[in-house]
Nanobody
Framework: QGQLVESGGGSVQAGGSLRLSCAHSARTWRMAWFVQAPGKEREGIVSIYVDGGATNYADSVKGRFTVSHDKAQKILYLQMNSLNPDDTGIYYC?????????????????WGQGTQVTVSS
């Protein structure tokens, strides 16, 4: 599945925006973004089929976050708007979907190193 490298994290105030990027080295058919908040398990926030662009969003981010993919550049994006402190965590991109619920970390095989997002009130 190749390597995944996330970037774009940082610290913002509530109401602010960030755009995360995930560069991947291999072709893939489905990717996802996950977040791991302090003391919590990693949970899926969005998945995207690279061909066709069909998406699934977690209720917690619907209307605020938008996923996109640049097939030519092999980059997955996550535009995050209206951020709030509950969005704080390490954001990971994933590929190599196996089976099971897309929002479960066990359903994915390959992970990036993560990028920290901190939202202050």
């Amino acid at each position: 599945q190749g390597q995944l490298v996330e970037s774009g994290g940082g610290s913002v105030q509530a109401g602010g925006s960030l755009r995360l990027s995930c560069a991947h080295s291999a072709r893939t058919w489905r990717m996802a973004w996950f977040v791991q908040a302090p003391g919590k398990e990693r949970e899926g926030i969005v998945s995207i089929y690279v061909d066709g662009g069909a998406t699934n969003y977690a209720d917690s981010v619907k209307g605020r976050f938008t996923v996109s993919h640049d097939k030519a550049q092999k980059i997955l994006y996550l535009q995050m708007n209206s951020l709030n402190p509950d969005d704080t965590g390490i954001y990971y991109c994933a590929t190599g979907y196996k089976s099971g619920p897309w929002s479960a970390s066990s359903s994915w095989m390959t992970w990036g190193q993560g990028t920290q997002v901190t939202v202050s009130s």
